[in-house]
């Protein structure tokens, strides 16, 4: 299921047996809910029940996203090419 927006959403995808749930994360953030906070509470209930759905945080926008979602337990991150280089990067790096 794509343009996954709620707990309800992914949980009845799960039960039909969905392979993927994509949060976007990026739009709830701009209607001033928490996109990082759905990932992990979908994540904590896949995990809870045994269900196999992968979790794809989408509509990723910065690395700390990418960061976030990592750090919850999303399956897999779909970042534009802008953040790539914005990931890798570190002033100690460079040095």
């Known amino acids: 299921m794509t343009l996954c927006f709620s707990v309800a959403q992914a949980w009845a995808v799960a039960k039909l047996g969905a392979t993927l749930v994509s949060p976007f994360v990026?739009?709830?953030?701009?209607?001033?809910?928490?996109?990082?906070?759905?990932?992990?509470?979908?994540?904590?209930?896949?995990?809870?029940?045994?269900?196999?759905?992968?979790?794809?945080?989408?509509?990723?926008?910065?690395?700390?996203?990418i960061h976030r979602a990592a750090a919850v337990g999303a399956d897999i991150v779909t970042i534009p090419p802008r953040l790539i280089d914005d990931m890798l990067y570190h002033d100690l790096t460079r040095k």
């Open 26 to 65: 990026g739009r709830l953030d701009d209607t001033g809910e928490d996109g990082i906070k759905l990932v992990a509470d979908i994540v904590h209930l896949y995990r809870l029940h045994g269900y196999e759905t992968a979790v794809l945080a989408a509509s990723i926008r910065s690395v700390e996203h």
